[in-house]
């Protein structure tokens, strides 16, 4: 799958064809999106590949931040507020295509149009806590996740203390739509505890039952770090891992290096750092012959660092080179989470 579809959108007051799209060039005949009372509907011209299996629809208030997406299978037209643009204001939409084997072609350029009509939500002046919150804890990192039983949805705030921090601390606050929160394990510290509520402007609700009634965090000791043992049969010098490079996407992350070496060779290790801890944490510790490791969970910080080296029992070598030569670090931006659609 090479080409993103040819999108047209026909709204139920007006019809008009805003762009096309292909690998090489984007038109765009009209940059001012056209008006719906209430509703629309978003519809493209199918793609004529053979191994075509869907489509996946992207929308959101900035042509930027299209956080909200909903795989429509094989159909070539939906309603918009069955993808939840069911509020007043400006909206963007796009289309992508994918194949059998979960290619995905580039988005089309986002078609711009505005919604009217829609009544203004009767807002309650209380808002519920989280309810029925799950806490996971496992060897890489923690897992909290929630119900909100508000309508409509509201922001969730998640904060952290720990040994190494005993204040609360503000983690993120996920928008409408993401009842859940995950992160790496801070594995220097003795506990770690997460506290959750509900939020809209200064309306804020109780934090989430824990346990009884009157425990409102999730706490767990983090899992220490397996140690590799090696011992260290003559004067040694490692070579820095070579070629590290970073793979991300929207749950999770790759990161591998060089190429493997025979079984009696080098550890890795991994460390992280990001926005919500600044130390370097050990996170992995391969075993000789490894040179990748894999994280499948999204991760919820507003930037992560990571670094790899080589070790054989005491003796280790420098971190992997990322840039430049005193660059022995790999940082990215985690995917922002996308908020769930409510069924209609």
């Not at 579809?5 to 940059?31: K, W």
């Not at 719906?36 to 629809?57: H, I, K, M, T, V």
């Not at 795989?71 to 507020?81: A, F, K, N, P, Y």
């Not at 829609?118 to 807002?123: E, K, S, T, V």
Request: hydrophobic share 40%.
């Amino acid at each position: 799958m090479h080409t993103g579809p040819s999108v047209t959108v026909r709204l139920s007051i007006l019809l008009c064809t805003l762009l096309s799209c292909s690998v090489t060039s984007v038109e765009q005949a009209d940059a001012v999106g056209p008006v719906a009372y209430r509703d629309c509907s978003l519809s493209w011209n199918p793609n004529a590949e053979s191994d075509l299996a869907g489509y996946r629809l992207y929308l959101g208030r900035s042509a930027n931040r299209l956080d909200r997406m909903m795989d429509i299978g094989l159909r070539t037209s939906i309603r918009c507020s069955d993808v939840g643009a069911a509020a007043n204001g400006q909206w963007f939409g796009t289309v992508t295509a994918y194949d059998h084997n979960g290619n995905e072609s580039a988005p089309a350029q986002a078609v711009p149009f505005e919604i009217a009509g829609w009544p203004d939500p009767a807002l309650s002046t209380e808002i519920l806590e989280p309810s029925s919150t799950r806490f996971v804890n496992t060897p890489l990192g923690a897992l909290l996740v929630w119900d909100d039983l508000n309508a409509p949805l509201v922001s969730h705030r998640v904060e952290i203390a720990s040994s190494l921090t005993p204040t609360w601390t503000t983690a993120i606050v996920q928008p409408p739509g993401v009842p859940t929160f995950s992160y790496f394990q801070m594995t220097d510290a003795e506990w770690v505890c997460y506290r959750v509520r509900g939020e809209r402007g200064a309306l804020v609700s109780d934090w989430a039952k824990a346990g009884g009634p009157d425990d409102k965090q999730f706490c767990a000791q983090p899992t220490p770090l397996t140690t590799i043992e090696q011992p260290i049969l003559a004067p040694t010098i490692l070579d820095e891992p070579e070629s590290a490079r970073l793979t991300a996407f929207h749950h999770g992350f790759t990161l591998s290096w060089g190429h493997p070496d025979a079984l009696t060779g080098p550890s890795y290790r991994i460390e992280v750092s990001g926005s919500l801890d600044l130390r370097w944490t050990p996170l992995a510790l391969l075993p000789p012959g490894a040179n990748e490791f894999r994280y499948y969970r999204a991760l919820d910080a507003e930037w992560v660092c990571l670094r790899v080296r080589a070790e054989v029992g005491r003796a280790v070598s420098l971190w992997a080179v990322a840039g430049g030569p005193n660059d022995r670090q790999i940082c990215f931006k985690p995917y922002s989470p996308i908020p769930a659609i409510p069924s209609r």
